[in-house]
């Protein structure tokens, strides 16, 4: 029998599901734990230190420091922090069917992971149900993006296209796959894992829902090294916590033209002389970018006038 006294051990947080928090230790077993009020929140992808106790439940005692933390509104919009310790966003969409791809949750995502201070990588997934010219439309969509150095790798867990590229790109590093419901998160991930079935459909199970959509954020480890954390879909990335300062700092390639506008104050929203604008109007910046970096700048003026 482990004595409650015993010394605390490390451990990681593959899942949280609100007062139980799944901890795997050393040796990769797995120890549900209550978290002790004073060691704070504990989320995915957190290194914890934790102790047994005698009611065969573990006791998170301290949760210790991280070198990331991202965070997003959950649906009564306040900030919650969805996963720690990752170096990747993928941000993970599906290919558009006739219309021209919807940016705008790609550019609140991107936002987040330069404010966060991690990569970015953009998967198009799916595209098994675009014909050639949908794609060919989409690639010069996103051409901007790949030219700002934001890598693109275009997927489908159908045909298994561009899984060698997003499995090079994962290999070593804890990435977070972000997106909408139902483009394809989960499913990458089993096919990256395969393996992984049992833990997926045991979840599922006991959500009692028929559906597979996600409902926790989970960490899977890779084979060869790097971690995967699954998380359950979103339709929107509100930044209405961030301030205008910061929402121009998450788009990459305003930086080089701050400073440049006539007013020092600029917002880049019509005011005369703004560098941005006449960038977007000559070609240098992608004229959509400047109207997602606009629309957010509204959402902002909305909640903080
Ligand atoms: N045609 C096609 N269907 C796919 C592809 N990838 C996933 N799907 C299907 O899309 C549906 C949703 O897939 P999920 O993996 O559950 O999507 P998700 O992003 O994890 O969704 P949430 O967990 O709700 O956020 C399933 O029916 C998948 O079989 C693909 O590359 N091509
Ligand atoms: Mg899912
Ligand atoms: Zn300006």
Redesign the pocket.
Known sequence: MTSHREAPQEGLVIANFGRTVSVEDADGAMHSCVVRKKAGPAICGDRVKWVAQESGRGAIVEVLPRRSILSRPDRREKLKPLCANVDQLVI?S?VPLSERFNTRLLDQYLVAAELTGIDALIAM?????ADKATLAELRSQLKPYSDMGYPIVF?????RRGLPQLRDRLHGNCSVLA??????????I?LLIPDLDIRIGALSEASGKGR???TTTMLYHLEGGGEII????VREFGLWHITAPELEDGFKEFRELQGHCRYRNCRHIGEEGCAIAHAAETGHIDPGRLSSYRAIMNSLCRYSP
């Not at 997934?125 to 149900?129: C, G, H, I, S, V």
């Not at 997927?155 to 045909?159: A, C, D, I, P, Q």
């Not at 997106?179 to 990458?188: C, H, M, R």
């Not at 699954?230 to 879909?233: A, K, L, T, Y």
């Open positions: 993970v599906s997934n799916k595209t098994d149900l997927t489908s867990t159908l045909t997106g909408e419901s139902g483009v394809g998160k989960s499913s990458l089993k597979h959509t996600t699954d998380s359950p879909g």
